[in-house]
């Protein structure tokens, strides 16, 4: 007994996900079947001048008209879903809109090969059975994402197998015959297509759903963090302040010099923790997309001689020159604060990894695409190449020895990334192991105000 429910399920889902499933799979054929428009009226065509051979003029030209009403008609059908495919509620109507043209244009097809079957030349036999089967198997694998539509080939199957039962001699019965076992087995083919493109889409249902999970949980990883950042930075500059006021004496004499070590301990560890805290409260509203750019014009030549002051005690006990050949007057529409700190960051990461003797020079140009580039380069030990992706994850480090006596936090480069994305530009490393390390830190040209003149930089802060 026929199963009227499960198949109407079948033709169309009652639950929100197969109907969508099923939207998507009639989006291929859609697709498909409109680019196949110019070879299936070109194929009309040739049909149509092979009929003559047999058929008046009068009647080719009734079927070529046929032909193309049903191919037009395709086509709009097609055409109408696809640019209302994302209403889902409309996809029953365009559904069986676009299987009855189908099937009308596997009727036509079958009537072409009745007319040519019944001028009685053997000739003509064997085009109209080559015409039905090779209709049929172009629509079952052109349709076979779509099952509804892909069945419609056993119209033309169903028609070769009357064509031939009804000549009545053996032969033709044999050859009916085996269109059935053909239509067997393209159904076969057609379902397996089928089950392949259901498979797909399902993968990529679980692959969106994955995506936003994911998304989700990014989001409320970077909202905890930030929430935990600021609870705990309110205890810890009372550890710092208090710590010291201890360590300078400044309400009295402590009495016990060990306690002085304790307190200047404690106050050099909770510095440390609260610069780790604010470097992960940064990140985490980059990466929540609430870091807010305060943009002006800024100097792009003073940001840097302002870096190197900040490093330039770092770099003298480590024996590292440090130059600013960035041209004066290079004007950007930046976040000053951003900017320092990406300077900052960037500049003390190539004072720690260059041995003493070596130089970190950094200097800025303009690209061919007309972007900014600015450039901070080292004579240190490099990175290795297998390094060079993780140094932008998060709490990511290349390994190498000087890594090791210098032990960070990882945080300092992503944070650099995040923060030159924010101003639509990127960071970028060029690194060889041995030979040192270049980040490039780009900017769109819509920020470069004026790249200024290259000129020797000013001297109070451009060395040290």
Request: aromatic share 6%; with cysteine.
């Amino acid at each position: 007994m026929l199963d009227f429910q499960r198949f109407a399920e079948w033709f169309m889902p009652s639950d929100l996900v197969g109907r969508e499933l099923q939207r998507d799979q009639l989006r291929m054929v859609s697709r498909s079947a409109l680019r196949s428009v110019p070879a299936m009226a070109a194929t009309q065509l040739g049909v149509g001048m092979v009929l003559l051979g047999w058929l008046p003029p009068e009647t080719v030209a009734v079927w070529l008209l046929c032909a193309a009403a049903a191919l037009l008609n395709a086509r709009a059908a097609h055409a109408a879903f696809l640019k209302d495919s994302d209403n889902l509620a409309a996809f029953p109507r365009h559904a069986i809109r676009t299987t009855l043209a189908a099937a009308i244009t596997m009727a036509v097809i079958s009537g072409a090969a009745i007319l040519a079957w019944n001028s009685g030349e053997w000739v003509a036999h064997l085009f109209a059975l080559l015409l039905l089967v090779s209709a049929a198997a172009i629509g079952t694998v052109d349709s076979a994402p779509y099952a509804p539509q892909s069945a419609l080939s056993g119209i033309n199957l169903a028609t070769a197998a009357v064509l031939c039962f009804t000549e009545g001699s053996a032969q033709f019965a044999l050859i009916g015959g085996m269109a059935f076992v053909i239509s067997a087995m393209l159904t076969g083919v057609g379902f397996t297509i089928n089950e392949g493109a259901r498979e797909i889409l399902t993968l990529r249902y679980s692959e969106r759903a994955l995506v936003a999970q994911l998304r989700d949980a990014n989001r409320a990883k970077s909202e905890f963090l930030a929430n935990m950042s600021h609870e705990l930075r309110t205890p810890l500059n009372a550890v710092i302040g208090f710590s010291d006021v201890m360590r300078q004496e400044l309400l009295g004499p402590i009495g016990t010099k060990a306690y002085l070590g304790y307190a200047e301990d404690i106050y050099t560890s909770g510095a440390h923790l609260l610069t780790l805290i604010n470097q992960v409260l940064d990140l985490s509203k980059i990466e929540a997309g609430k870091f807010d750019l305060r943009e002006c014009d800024v100097d792009l030549n003073l940001i840097i001689d302002d870096a190197v002051r900040m490093i330039a005690q770092r770099a003298a006990e480590g024996g590292v020159t440090v130059t600013n050949e960035v041209p004066r007057n290079a004007i950007i529409r930046a976040d000053a604060t951003a900017l320092r700190q990406i300077a900052i960051n960037v500049a003390m990461n190539a004072v720690k990894f260059t041995p003493p003797g070596g130089h970190v020079r950094a200097y800025g140009t303009i690209m061919q695409d007309g972007r900014l580039a600015v450039a901070v380069s080292d004579t240190g030990c490099g990175i290795r190449p297998e390094d060079v992706d993780a140094i932008f994850e998060n709490f990511g480090q290349a390994r190498h020895d000087l890594a090791i006596r210098e032990k960070g936090t990882g945080l300092g480069l992503p944070i650099v990334r995040g923060l030159m994305r924010a101003h639509g530009g990127d960071a970028i490393i060029k690194s060889e192991l041995g030979r040192g390390t270049t980040v490039y830190l780009t900017l769109p040209q819509d920020r470069v105000v004026d790249f200024g003149e290259a000129e020797a930089p000013p001297e109070r802060a451009s060395a040290a």
